[in-house]
């Protein structure tokens, strides 16, 4: 695999943050622009992977809202019609029951796209930090 270098930061810092349902901290979310100069259908979204501190969640502890619609990952396997657009946020919802703590926390994240033109896939790959004030 490559690494995309198309969109140097897809990730705001300050775009992650709890989720709160019922009183109840639930998990997290984090805004992602796509990390590629031009939109993909969302069938081409191969894999996406985030770790929290040293922890690992990986797609099916995921949803992926684009449009006002939320997905699975493996809904989107087959929406060939359905597009992330360059500059459009993505919202990335991790279940992670209690959220994120107070405190500074290390996050990376990858995302593995397929380029069908081109036969191959591009994985980006961001680190950084986030101080959350709160959920």
């Not at 657009?85 to 995302?111: Q, R, S």
Request: glycine content about 10%; charged content about 25%.
């Amino acid at each position: 695999m490559e690494v995309a270098t198309y969109e140097k930061y897809a990730i705001d810092p300050n775009d992650i943050q709890t989720v709160v349902k019922n009183g109840v901290a639930t998990g997290f979310e984090i805004k992602a622009k796509i990390p590629y100069y031009r939109g993909i259908s969302l069938s081409l979204i191969e894999d996406v992977r985030i770790w929290l501190d040293g922890r690992e969640f990986t797609r099916d502890r995921m949803t992926f809202t684009v449009g006002g619609e939320t997905y699975t990952f493996d809904e989107m396997e087959t929406m060939a019609d359905l597009r992330w657009e360059y500059g459009e946020k993505a919202t990335i919802y991790v279940d992670c029951p209690g959220g994120i703590f107070l405190g500074t926390h290390k996050v990376d994240i990858m995302i593995a796209i397929r380029v069908s033109y081109m036969g191959r896939t591009l994985q980006y790959k961001q680190s950084f930090f986030v101080c959350p004030m709160g959920g």
